[in-house]
């Protein structure tokens, strides 16, 4: 169980930080498109 809660919880952690990225990425190419 405990394992399980764990790698659950990565899976999570893993998913924001992807979704962070790809904003960080995509809001750096807005903004040099607009140069």
Do not use: R
Request: proline share 0%; glycine share 0%.
């Amino acid at each position: 169980m405990q394992i399980n809660t764990i790698f659950v919880v990565l899976q999570i952690l893993k998913n924001k930080i992807l979704t962070l990225y790809y904003n960080m990425i995509y809001n750096y190419k807005l903004s040099e498109d607009d140069t």
